[in-house]
């Protein structure tokens, strides 16, 4: 039967073998969640790689972990994810693939640079143009119990309720509220429950959060060192990808208590088309997209905010779920974008001088420090300046850094206009601003190139929720459909980050091929003393013996 997947004119039988030679696999979405659940097929389930069509709706993979642009026009990142040494489904996946150059796989050159570059931030927070060196947290005795209490309390008891429910508002102006909420994202109105995970999940750095202890980097942005290394390692074995093609439904056949895809339906270059699902394929779909309608501004112009009319993926998940409560409910994560938005920007330096007042206020290199949040700032505006060069190719002579700012309808300090509102020169002069760049500040201006970028739904799965809005990965009944990536139920981990979209890859690759294994257990750092002994004395602001 002939492959009549989008980009594709090959010949591929389909038959269902013991070895799966021919079983078929279609991924929607081509972010890291496909791109994993592709190489564990590959790898630990016997797929053929030709057998594998990754569907994209953009022109190029690896969804939210990008990265673009030259230094002549500017490089461009929506975000990065923090990574740390406890992501084990993220290691696990990457020990099998190899770095560009072959030299060594990407775990472990994640690891080797680390040892070299480890993160030790002497400026966490900055105020009135002066570092804090290991700011103390700040924390009453009422916030710490109502931590201690939101660690153990389960789930179904906090419900939908907001993290401003459980606290009161001096938590709100405490420095581990600023460390915390800038490090992941935060907003006082998102769900507690998620708030509680990330308490639990990352209680092992706790203890070093002042310094941003802990946190591991990789050599370039995460574009270049985590995802062109395995779309090269993707290619290598066959697996076809069809790009600038939208899935906009999915035909299910629903009988005898079971679901099961027959057909995928899409557009490409404007015109439809349809995949026929054999009866031994399986379908992965990525749900909702927290980097869906992005839109960049310049210099001189100030980014669109967009909708999810703008993209496939939302409207994608409503289609699939209407009438079915067990494909959750879209809804919940993709109608409050005024509560999900941000303002994130890269800029391009051609001037030394940024990068050395940097330098002198924080005490740290680039690379060394991390996010730096200025919390006198009515944007709440962080910036990290990462080791140099961050973009493979990128000229000696030229420098990168990315910032974000979580308050972005209010008016700057120095910029009296929403951060929403600003152009990337207006977004310069309110960082300019907060380093006390004085007379070097127009200097520096000129030589940059600031590209901002809106993000409507960039912490929509932080939104408050309650159980069943998130489809289990392989919801009930299923018998070739599975979802992966930042809006599938996975007990325990902990939404926007690599590890939740690899690991929920690696968790319908294997209930979908059968297979008699599971993902590598979630660490859990509340169950040993030592970790919780020195999250008790960093709460408590108080010197460690």
Request: contains cysteine.
């Amino acid at each position: 039967m002939r492959d009549n997947s989008p980009n594709s004119d090959r010949q591929v039988p389909i038959r269902f073998g013991p070895d799966r030679d021919a079983a078929k696999a279609y991924l929607v979405g081509g972010g890291i969640a496909s791109m994993a659940a592709a190489a564990f097929m590959i790898r630990d389930g016997d797929v053929l790689g030709r057998n594998i069509t990754i569907v994209e709706e953009t022109d190029r993979l690896g969804g939210s972990l990008d990265g673009a642009g030259s230094a002549q026009d500017g490089y461009v990142l929506r975000g990065g994810r923090m990574i740390e040494r406890k992501y084990l489904c993220t290691y696990d996946l990457f020990s099998s693939i190899p770095t560009l150059d072959d030299s060594k796989t990407v775990t472990q050159e994640i690891f080797d640079w680390n040892e070299t570059m480890k993160t030790s931030s002497k400026s966490r927070l900055v105020r009135d143009g002066h570092r804090e060196v290991a700011p103390k947290f700040g924390l009453s005795e009422a916030h710490i119990l109502t931590i201690e209490r939101l660690a153990i309390e389960p789930e179904a008891m906090l419900g939908r309720a907001s993290i401003a429910d459980e606290f009161d508002a001096a938590f709100f102006e405490t420095n581990f509220w600023f460390m915390w909420c800038t490090t992941f994202a935060f907003q006082p109105w998102h769900s507690a429950v998620e708030f509680k995970r990330y308490l639990v999940r990352f209680a092992h750095m706790v203890s070093g959060f002042n310094r941003l202890e802990g946190i591991m980097r990789t050599v370039s942005n995460q574009y270049d060192s985590m995802v062109r290394p395995l779309h090269k390692w993707l290619a290598a074995r066959g697996v076809a990808f069809a790009l600038n093609t939208r899935v906009t439904d999915l035909g299910l056949r629903e009988q005898a208590g079971e679901t099961r895809v027959v057909r995928i339906a899409y557009e490409h270059d404007g015109k439809p088309g349809e995949i026929a699902i054999g009866a031994n394929d399986l379908v992965m779909v990525t749900l909702g997209s927290m980097t869906e309608a992005s839109s960049l501004g310049a210099m001189d112009r100030a980014p669109a905010l967009n909708g999810k009319a703008d993209g496939g993926a939302w409207t994608l998940w409503e289609e699939i779920a209407a009438g079915r409560d067990d494909f959750g409910h879209p809804s919940v994560f993709s109608d409050h974008i005024d509560e999900s938005k941000w303002v994130s920007f890269t800029t391009t330096l051609h001037d030394p001088a940024f990068l050395r007042i940097v330098r002198d206020l924080t005490g740290n290199a680039p690379g060394e420090g991390g996010l730096v949040t200025f919390p006198q700032s009515n944007w709440l505006v962080s910036i990290v300046i990462p080791h140099q060069p961050h973009f493979i190719g990128q000229p000696e002579d030229v420098s990168v850094f990315w910032g974000y700012g979580l308050h972005v309808s209010a008016p700057g300090n120095f910029v009296e206009k929403p951060m929403s509102s600003c152009t990337g020169r207006e977004i310069m002069t309110e960082i300019l601003g907060h380093l006390q760049a004085g007379a070097a500040a127009p200097g520096i201006l000129a030589a940059s190139i600031c590209i901002p970028c809106m993000m409507p739904f960039i912490t929509s799965q932080f939104l408050r929720r309650g159980a069943g809005d998130r489809p289990q990965v392989v919801p009930k009944g299923s018998k070739n459909l599975a979802f992966i990536g930042q809006f599938c139920e996975q007990p325990d981990d902990v939404v926007f980050t690599v590890e939740y979209s690899i690991r929920s890859a690696q968790a319908a690759t294997y209930a979908l091929l059968g297979l008699k294994r599971e993902p590598p257990a979630v660490y859990k750092g509340k169950f040993d003393p030592r970790v919780l002994f020195k999250a008790f004395i960093a709460l408590h602001d108080m010197a460690e013996a």
